[in-house]
């Protein structure tokens, strides 16, 4: 699978993962315990994998924008 490719799977689903997180951690009391558990649980699991590959599939960007080593620019 190319990156783009991969990505145009990945972001969604990170987008849909930080809604889970967000609706789940603010509507707790309504969720079952065990229900509450494996949702945000294995949620927040799944997000953070997600994110870790999407770093590694942006990381050429990441590392010319944020980890240039030229200190700043005179004009």
Do not use: C
């Not at 294995?42 to 870790?52: M, N, T």
């Not at 599939?57 to 700043?72: E, H, I, Q």
Request: hydrophobic share 45%.
């Amino acid at each position: 699978m190319k990156k783009n490719q991969a990505l145009k799977f990945l972001n969604p689903a990170l987008g849909m993962l930080v809604l889970s997180q967000a609706i789940t951690s603010s509507l707790h009391d309504f969720f079952p315990k065990e229900l509450f558990e494996v949702i945000h649980g294995g949620g927040g699991i799944l997000l953070v994998s997600g994110v870790a590959l999407h770093l590694y599939f942006n990381w050429s960007w990441v590392r010319a924008t944020y980890l240039n080593k030229s200190g700043p620019q005179s004009s």
